[in-house]
């Protein structure tokens, strides 16, 4: 769906609330120490926003449960129990991007297959890292309709039909993976921009739950500002949405305040998992 965005559109105001603490209590039933355990979370997130929260809170359970047993603490390793624990045994479809990026931390080209098959950790020089912090924009939309899974059935399901456009963007979205890291490295952030940009147009063809016309009109209202690009995070339908727009961050984040959104900054968190 595509749309103009209205000033008189209504905004759903930002929950300042925690993640379900059914799926806290399926964790723990799950992955059960043998012994009583007290577990609580504090997320910063609201529910469906697209953050990649199931994932991370999966990553710190898991990790928790690990340090109780004195077990090693390996970030590959609890990533991959904590996607299994979702996906496998809690049958939420999703990737496995979230609780990876959540245990390594840091800016990174992964490849999966059947678990990772490799981390390039994009070592950028100091000044394009600020310059992308300085330049991404986060902005909270409206809760996502549904669960991620759903969307992600969807894709799953025209990918086994053989869907040629599925394929072809799903393709394409690889490439363009490839091509931004390179971008990246050289710090070529225009062409990270446009990329960015092309990579969120080819999302949308992969499944028609990802976009609605809210989305659109947010997304057309920031390019206009001089947005180079941007996405939904997650798998989409909702929630959080990161534009990308450098030297042009405070005109954007002006022109999305003045139709009653919220920019927030972005910094890069470099450390990952940590258990103390």
């Not at 559109?9 to 043998?34: C, H, N, V, W």
């Not at 979230?98 to 931390?105: L, N």
Request: glycine content about 12%.
């Amino acid at each position: 769906m595509t749309g103009e965005f209205s000033r008189e559109a209504t905004f759903i105001s930002y929950p300042q609330e925690e993640t379900d603490p059914d799926f806290l209590m399926r964790l723990a039933e799950l992955k059960g120490t043998g012994s009583p355990v007290s577990l609580s979370s504090r997320v910063d997130a609201p529910p469906r926003s697209g953050l990649g929260a199931s994932g991370a809170l999966g990553v710190a359970a898991v990790a928790c449960m690990r340090a109780l047993a004195a077990s090693s603490i390996v970030p590959a390793e609890i990533a991959e129990e904590a996607y299994q624990l979702e996906v496998k045994e809690m049958g939420n479809a999703a990737g496995r991007q979230d609780q990876y990026a959540a245990a390594f931390g840091g800016i990174n080209l992964m490849t999966f297959g059947n678990g990772l098959e490799s981390i390039g950790h994009q070592d950028l020089p100091r000044e394009t890292i600020l310059a992308l912090e300085s330049s991404f924009i986060l902005v909270y939309l409206h809760p996502r309709t549904g669960a991620s899974g759903r969307i992600m059935a969807e894709e799953n399901d025209r990918v086994i039909r053989g869907d040629p456009q599925v394929l072809k963007a799903l393709r394409l979205q690889k490439v363009l993976a490839v091509e931004m890291a390179r971008a990246l490295r050289s710090g070529d952030l225009a062409l990270f921009g446009k990329m960015l940009d092309e990579a969120w147009e080819t999302k949308k063809r992969q499944s028609s739950l990802v976009t609605n016309d809210v989305v659109d009109g947010v997304y057309s209202l920031a390019r206009k500002a001089g947005a180079l690009g941007g996405k939904l995070c997650g798998a989409g339908g909702g929630g959080f949405m990161i534009l990308f727009a450098p030297d042009r961050a405070g005109p954007v984040s002006d022109t999305l305040r003045a139709v009653g959104l919220r920019p927030e900054n972005c910094v890069f968190d470099f450390r990952g998992l940590q258990t103390w």
